[in-house]
Structure formats: C-alpha cells, structure tokens
C-alpha cells in the first residue's frame, strides 16, 4: 500500500473495496447470465490481474483503456488497473469505429483491453494501432492473453500502490451530440464522487455498457457491501425474470429503455417487491412520461440530474417523486448537499433564482477538466458548464429544460425540445418522444420521434394532431415519426443522429 505524504498508508477507494471482499469472502458479490462469484474469489481474480500488470510495467502515470463485455472480468481488470495505481477507461463507441479511434487518439492508452467479444470486430482491429500494446482477456489469435498471464500469479494480495493525486479514472462522455470526451479524476476526486454509504443488502443489476452511471453504481454497491448483477443486453422479460429471481433490489435505466421496461406485459406478471429503488438518468423525463411510471412502478423512483464531468447534482425522489406532488414532477429535484449550482447568461453573467440560464456547479468529485483537451471552456474557475438551460423555483428545487443549443425562436416564443416531448409522452399510445430540432440556426420547427405503446395502432398524424393542440406555438410542431423501438447508443441514450436520420426522411 503506499504512502500518503503523511507517511500515513494511503487507502484508496479500490484499496477499500477489496479489503471489504476479503473480509467477508464467502459472500457471492458479482453474478452474470452463468455464475456467481464469490468475495474471496473476486478479490484473488483482481489481485491476480494486478500482479499481471504490474510485471507488465503498468503502474501511477499509465492508462489502460477497455474495450470490454458487461462481465466480472472487465470489473476485475479495471479495479486491478487501479490497484497498481494506473488510470483506466471504459472506451465508447465500440459500435463506431470511427468514433472509437477519434476517443483514443485523445487518451492515447498505453495498453488497451479487449475481449473475445469484442477483438474481432473492425473498430477493435483499427484501434490497436493507437496503443503501445493490445491484450485480450481471454484466448484471441495474435494477442497476448492476459487472463493466463494472471493465472499464472502468486496467489498474494496486491498492496495497492495508488496515491491520492495520481489519475485514477477517465469518464467517456455519452457522445450523443458527437464524439465522446474523456473528463479525468484522481483517485481523492472519484472517491468523493463514490461517496461512502453502507448498504450491504444492496442487489443492483445492470444491463448496459459500463457507462458512468454504472461504473459509479457498481462501485458504490460493491464498497457498501452490496452485490451486482450483470446482463451484457437489454431485454425487458430476462430483466423482470431475474428481478424476481434474485431479489433485485435496485435498477437503474436510462428513460427510453426503461419506458420499454415498464410497458412490458410481463411487468404485472412478476414478483417485483424486492425492488426498493428504480433509478433513471441519461436523458429526458417529462412530467407526463413520469406520472406513466408510477402508474406502472409505484412510488420507488429516483430520478438524478448530473454529468459524467460532474457527477450527481440533485436528485428526485419519494416523496416529491410521486403522484400525490405532481407540482414536483418537471423538477429534477433539490441539488444535493456540497453542490454549488448557478444560472448564468450566455456570457457568464449570473443570474438570480428564478431566471432560466444555463447550469452552472462545483461540487466534490467533480472531473478537472478533459484529457487531451486542454483550457476547454466548459471548465472554468472551478465550475463546470453543463449547457443545459434551468432554473430554481422558488422552493429550490431545479427545474432542466434540455439543451440551450436546441432551444428555438418561434414566432417570438422561446420552445425546447422538452415542451414537445411533454405534450408527445402527454399522448395515452405514446411512452417515450424525442424532439429535435428540424434545422440549424436560431429559429424554426422540431421533429418528434415517438415510442408507440405496445399494442398500440395510433398513426402519426393523430399525434401531430395532438401536438398541434397542446404546443404553443403550433408551428413548432413538425415532422412526427412513429417508432416500436426507440434508437439508443449503447449506454441507453437516444441516438441522436440516427433519430436525425429517421426524422429526415
């Protein structure tokens, strides 16, 4: 373990985690779709990992980068990345190869991770010439296998050799308006962003890419003495079946996948009483999208309004986050404690609560900034510009109205994409709309793709119709293009360009 410069051994958060598991080693931690691993059994697979690495030379300076499957050995590989101190990355964009080697030619990774699943595909084969080396955890032709590397370890804790001010984690960003940017964080700083809760009956399933969502999730179950389990797919029955099957206890989703979750005909079939917490970030969630939910799900919902760069900012929940507040339920909530939040003017000029501006925070855990992109102006004086347009209420509580750059002048009305995908979501056969807007520049009309309701045979015109009625201006309202399954990146989020694309035809 190595030294804070006290002279006090410095315990970082991962150093923390693995303790945990080696105290209570029987304890099944992480499950997939064909197993379950035990504490014991995790710990010694990540101090095998790290012994690995480290005799590969990787340690405090270096970036390891992951282009990894929804499996216990990508969680091992990471936690043992920063067991020797190193920084570690979860890539986006695996299914863009472009994409992919624009974000690593950013970070430019000493060694990048990849999967039997993931080697064959194009992007990773394109991507290996932007690292020093590529591994594969797991047998791939050509590739050193780092899984019989550590096999091959002394079967020893690893002392963890982290220190607080060292890089710990770069956070890929969703991507969904272009390429992903890398915000970074030093071991203290993602420790502050985990935060420290005990909560030992904890069973949280993830179903999607390690996004920073469920990267911070995972870790802050496995550090509160919780468990995980993994599905490497979305699939709204094998999600309910395995709730019930297991106890789940929390969830989280992005909005359009868990729009197609709580419209599953399987939902009223199964036990889901263990469930305490449902959770969704990501996205849009407009009132009448919400009171569909709790209709659906009941009053354990948790909506939260943060950032990869910043990390949580408020939170929404039970009471406020029920149908007996509905005044509540176009609000993201109150902003946590620590959190400091302003509204500024296009030129960074602060306004008063009450006036809509752009977001503006600080607070703990908060990324310093992006690698690779030096002086972005998102961060500046120690706040972080979100680009969201919002505003307090008079009670504090934070109202998000979407994008500053997708809002539009019509006819002399200021309209965002939100107040169409209220009125949309409004609509009994709709479960989910995204809204765009139809042309660059400053003014004119949006197009709206709507998630139809299972079983559903509305048309598009009868919801333009809708629209036309419940949007003022009614000029605002354009193209409407009916969909079965809403298009989503592979962390949930709405692909925006593809929703372009379908609007455009």
């Given at each position: 373990m190595s030294?804070?410069?006290s002279?006090?051994?410095y315990?970082s958060?991962?150093?923390?985690m693995?303790?945990?598991?080696?105290?209570d080693p029987?304890r099944?931690?992480?499950?997939d779709a064909?197993?379950?691993?035990s504490?014991?059994d995790f710990?010694?697979?990540?101090?095998?990992y790290?012994w690995a690495l480290?005799?590969?030379?990787?340690?405090?300076?270096?970036r390891?980068a992951?282009?990894?499957t929804?499996?216990?050995?990508?969680?091992?590989v990471?936690?043992a990345?920063?067991?020797?101190g190193?920084a570690?990355?979860f890539?986006?964009?695996?299914?863009?190869?472009?994409?992919?080697?624009?974000?690593l030619k950013?970070?430019?990774?000493?060694l990048?991770?990849v999967?039997?699943?993931?080697?064959p595909?194009?992007?990773a084969?394109?991507?290996?010439i932007?690292?020093h080396?590529?591994v594969?955890?797991?047998?791939?032709d050509?590739l050193?296998?780092?899984?019989e590397?550590a096999?091959?370890?002394?079967?020893?804790?690893?002392?963890g050799?982290?220190r607080?001010?060292?890089?710990a984690?770069?956070?890929?960003?969703?991507?969904?308006?272009?390429g992903s940017k890398?915000?970074?964080?030093s071991f203290?700083?993602?420790?502050a962003l985990?935060?420290?809760?005990?909560e030992?009956?904890?069973?949280l399933l993830?179903?999607s890419?390690f996004?920073?969502?469920?990267?911070?999730?995972v870790?802050?179950?496995?550090l509160?003495g919780?468990s995980v389990?993994?599905?490497d797919?979305?699939?709204?029955?094998?999600l309910?079946?395995?709730?019930?099957a297991?106890?789940?206890?929390?969830?989280?989703?992005?909005?359009p996948l868990?729009a197609e979750?709580a419209?599953h005909?399987?939902l009223?079939?199964?036990d889901?009483?263990?469930?305490r917490?449902?959770?969704?970030?990501?996205a849009?969630?407009?009132a009448?999208?919400?009171?569909?939910l709790?209709?659906?799900?009941?009053?354990i919902?948790v909506n939260?309004?943060g950032a990869?760069?910043?990390?949580?900012?408020s939170?929404?929940t039970?009471p406020d986050?029920?149908?007996?507040?509905?005044?509540?339920l176009?609000?993201a909530?109150?902003p946590?404690?620590?959190?400091?939040?302003?509204l500024?003017e296009?030129?960074?000029?602060?306004l008063?609560?009450?006036?809509q501006?752009?977001?503006?925070?600080?607070l703990?855990?908060?990324s310093?900034?992006y690698?690779?992109?030096?002086?972005?102006?998102?961060?500046?004086d120690?706040?972080?510009r979100t680009?969201d347009?919002?505003y307090?209420d008079?009670d504090g509580?934070?109202?998000?109205?979407?994008?500053?750059a997708?809002a539009r002048?019509?006819?002399?009305?200021?309209?965002?994409?939100?107040?169409l995908?209220e009125?949309t979501?409004d609509?009994p056969?709709?479960?989910y709309?995204?809204?765009?807007p139809?042309?660059?520049?400053?003014?004119?009309?949006?197009?709206?793709l709507?998630?139809?309701?299972?079983?559903?045979s509305?048309?598009?015109?009868?919801?333009?119709?809708h629209?036309?009625r419940q949007?003022?201006p009614?000029?605002?309202v354009g193209?409407v293009?009916l969909?079965d399954?809403?298009?989503v990146?592979?962390q949930g989020?709405?692909?925006?360009?593809?929703?372009g694309?379908?609007?455009r035809?």
């Amino acid at each position: 373990m190595s030294q804070s410069p006290s002279g006090v051994p410095y315990r970082s958060w991962v150093d923390r985690m693995v303790e945990g598991f080696r105290a209570d080693p029987d304890r099944v931690v992480v499950r997939d779709a064909s197993r379950g691993l035990s504490a014991g059994d995790f710990a010694a697979t990540i101090d095998r990992y790290a012994w690995a690495l480290a005799a590969r030379g990787i340690g405090a300076g270096d970036r390891v980068a992951l282009l990894a499957t929804e499996s216990p050995e990508a969680l091992a590989v990471r936690y043992a990345v920063a067991l020797v101190g190193a920084a570690s990355v979860f890539t986006p964009d695996t299914g863009r190869p472009e994409q992919l080697v624009r974000f690593l030619k950013q970070i430019r990774p000493g060694l990048l991770v990849v999967f039997p699943e993931t080697a064959p595909d194009a992007q990773a084969a394109a991507a290996r010439i932007l690292s020093h080396e590529t591994v594969s955890v797991g047998p791939v032709d050509g590739l050193s296998d780092l899984a019989e590397e550590a096999s091959a370890q002394v079967d020893t804790p690893f002392a963890g050799r982290a220190r607080p001010d060292h890089l710990a984690v770069l956070i890929a960003s969703g991507g969904t308006t272009g390429g992903s940017k890398a915000s970074m964080r030093s071991f203290d700083a993602y420790a502050a962003l985990l935060g420290d809760v005990r909560e030992p009956d904890r069973k949280l399933l993830v179903c999607s890419a390690f996004a920073y969502v469920s990267q911070v999730l995972v870790a802050q179950t496995l550090l509160g003495g919780g468990s995980v389990t993994l599905r490497d797919r979305f699939d709204p029955a094998e999600l309910l079946r395995v709730i019930e099957a297991e106890g789940i206890t929390q969830l989280s989703l992005v909005e359009p996948l868990l729009a197609e979750f709580a419209d599953h005909p399987d939902l009223s079939e199964r036990d889901l009483s263990s469930l305490r917490r449902v959770s969704h970030i990501g996205a849009v969630a407009p009132a009448s999208f919400r009171r569909r939910l709790l209709a659906r799900l009941g009053p354990i919902l948790v909506n939260t309004y943060g950032a990869s760069e910043a990390g949580m900012v408020s939170v929404l929940t039970a009471p406020d986050y029920s149908l007996e507040n509905p005044e509540r339920l176009g609000t993201a909530g109150r902003p946590r404690p620590g959190v400091h939040l302003r509204l500024v003017e296009a030129d960074g000029t602060a306004l008063p609560d009450g006036e809509q501006g752009v977001i503006e925070v600080r607070l703990p855990g908060m990324s310093s900034g992006y690698f690779g992109r030096p002086g972005d102006p998102a961060f500046h004086d120690g706040w972080y510009r979100t680009g969201d347009l919002g505003y307090l209420d008079a009670d504090g509580y934070l109202h998000v109205r979407g994008r500053a750059a997708d809002a539009r002048d019509v006819e002399g009305v200021i309209v965002l994409p939100l107040d169409l995908e209220e009125a949309t979501c409004d609509h009994p056969d709709v479960v989910y709309a995204v809204a765009l807007p139809a042309e660059p520049g400053p003014d004119g009309s949006f197009g709206v793709l709507a998630l139809r309701a299972r079983g559903s045979s509305v048309q598009a015109a009868d919801v333009r119709a809708h629209l036309e009625r419940q949007v003022e201006p009614p000029a605002a309202v354009g193209d409407v293009v009916l969909v079965d399954h809403l298009p989503v990146t592979e962390q949930g989020k709405p692909d925006r360009s593809i929703i372009g694309e379908l609007l455009r035809r």
